[in-house]
């Protein structure tokens, strides 16, 4: 294959789009805050200002949970999981002297026993977040290619490819949250093609025959698709055809079913081709031996099966929920998507209200920018007292 010269193209010629994110959330105040903003001044460049990569002073940063803060104690706005399962005690940290294993044995060992797939074809990092950020760097060169994504889906996607001056080719899912018929014509030439499956914020879910569909549409793509909710319905998973196409890879994490949020492990699952060109650009030490030891015992037999029965109750109090949302929504108006993992989506038509009713309890819940999810609210699964809550708020 001829080498691209990235001379022929400087990176300062082509910045990089603002492509509004799919997933971009907002504060649930921000719904009920009618207040107008005053115009801003034009200030004198900062000396940061002058030397940043220009692109970047017009890129608006993924707005995670803790950044966008809330007021409440019911914190439902960030999938993480109730539980805290994590026995300290039986912890080893004496050799927090010594630098971490670049890629743990025990850990990636674990993973290869729980996932069932190879070890050569395992990569941990700091969350999903990292192997996103990893694959772009490798595959990617700036001010040439770009990637493709679905949405709404999760910002990370588009915002990672625009902090490293890649284009995001911004494809749309259909109004049953499935993908278009013309995705493979609308994302050939995307070098990576990101499918979160089940979708967040959605948590819609694309059939796996389908998937596979577009694994094969795509030979010459990398297709990405993000699991990072798949202990919630594990039957959609395609970790199990990674021997058959070497242009599929999986992004997993302990974040969410395993309730790890805090520990900041996640996995990238591909063939061997594609894991040792990740292993040129990843970190020297991406996991810090703390996590790697809270993620072992996670993924130990008797973690897995308490994920399994975490992942149980959720599910059930998620269902209390959707059921609560739906009867309102018949009331009052609105909609609510079937959830696929521990989270639900919904859609009202006075949203406003809703939002209100939220924050004077002490709700904090999720909200979004994208004009499709304009009157959609995302409440994540929490514990039988949260969930009692919030079903009787509704319910009155």
Do not use: H
């Not at 025990?106 to 729980?114: G, T, V, W």
């Not at 993992?341 to 709700?363: P, Q, S, T, W």
């Not at 909200?367 to 609210?377: C, E, G, V």
């Amino acid at each position: 294959m001829s080498q691209v010269s990235v001379k022929k193209v400087p990176v300062k010629q082509m910045p990089v789009k603002k492509v509004p994110s799919a997933n971009a959330a907002i504060n649930i105040q921000a719904i009920t805050d009618l207040e107008t903003k005053e115009p801003q001044s034009t200030a004198p460049a900062t000396l940061a200002a002058r030397l940043a990569r220009p692109e970047l002073l017009e890129l608006t940063p993924y707005q995670s949970a803790r950044r966008l803060g809330g007021q409440g104690d019911i914190w439902i706005n960030a999938n993480e999981s109730p539980f805290n399962n994590v026995a300290v005690g039986e912890l080893d940290f004496t050799k927090l002297n010594r630098y971490p294993e670049c890629q743990p044995p025990a850990l990636i060992n674990a993973y290869s026993q729980y996932s069932g797939v190879a070890e050569s074809k395992i990569v941990a990092s700091r969350g999903a977040d990292e192997a996103i950020e990893l694959l772009i760097r490798a595959f990617c060169i700036p001010g040439i290619d770009s990637i493709a994504t679905f949405g709404p889906t999760y910002g990370m996607y588009a915002i990672s490819a625009q902090t490293f001056n890649v284009g995001v080719t911004a494809l749309r899912l259909t109004s049953d949250y499935g993908l278009p018929a013309d995705f493979a014509t609308a994302a050939r030439g995307a070098k990576l093609v990101f499918i979160c499956n089940p979708n967040n914020p959605t948590g819609t879910v694309i059939d796996k025959a389908n998937i596979e569909q577009a694994i094969q549409a795509l030979p010459d793509s990398l297709v990405v698709v993000d699991e990072a909710y798949i202990e919630f319905c594990p039957e959609y998973s395609v970790a199990d055809l990674l021997e058959t196409y070497p242009n599929l890879v999986v992004l997993r994490t302990l974040s969410k079913a395993f309730a790890l949020a805090g520990a900041r492990c996640g996995f990238l699952l591909a063939n061997e081709d594609i894991i040792n060109i990740i292993m040129r650009v990843i970190a020297p030490y991406p996991v810090p031996l703390p996590v790697s030891e809270v993620a072992v015992q996670a993924l130990s037999p008797a973690g897995i099966a308490r994920m399994k029965t975490q992942v149980n109750e959720l599910n059930a109090q998620g269902e209390r929920l959707a059921a609560a949302l739906n009867l309102y929504c018949e009331q009052w108006g609105g909609a609510v998507l079937t959830p696929n993992g521990n989270y639900v989506l919904a859609e009202f038509d006075d949203v406003a209200k809703v939002a209100k009713l939220l924050i004077d309890n002490g709700i904090v819940a999720r909200a979004y920018k994208d004009p499709r999810l304009a009157k959609a609210i995302r409440f994540s699964f929490s514990s039988k007292a949260d969930t009692d809550r919030i079903v009787s708020l509704f319910e009155s």
